[in-house]
């Protein structure tokens, strides 16, 4: 069992930044991919990004040179730190674990941990 706390959200105005961190109940070499999804209202929930357990990343393309993750093992966390924000960020975004390899990793199948999601909240 994993447990995924994420947290970090909060309100910017277009152009700021945050820093999310997903931090996880076990060692995360453990966890072969963890993923940021994100959900606005009235919108399917849509990967964001993704780090493997060999430090692969992945990043759908609209977030794509504004959005970093990383990983500190010692401290079983993911960060995905968001510069350059938009309005079009806001949503609800969740960090999200699975023990195995996914063929899509910035698909939600597959992820058998979820957090409960941290607010982003990007005013014009």
């Known amino acids: 069992q994993v447990h995924v706390a994420d947290s970090g959200g909060g309100s910017v105005p277009t152009g700021g930044s945050l820093r999310l961190s997903c931090r996880l109940s076990e060692d995360t070499l453990g966890t072969n991919c963890v993923a940021w999804f994100r959900q606005a209202q009235g919108t399917e929930r849509e990967g964001v990004a993704t780090?493997?357990?060999?430090?692969?990343?992945t990043y759908t393309d609209v977030v794509k040179g504004r959005f970093t993750l990383s990983r500190d093992n010692d401290k079983n966390t993911v960060y995905l730190q968001m510069n350059n924000l938009k309005p079009e960020d806001t949503a609800m975004y969740y960090c999200a674990a699975s023990l195995y390899t996914l063929t899509h990793p910035l698909t939600p199948v597959g992820y058998d941990y979820w957090g409960q999601g941290t607010q982003v909240t990007v005013s014009s």
């Open positions: 780090i493997s357990s060999d430090g692969t990343t």
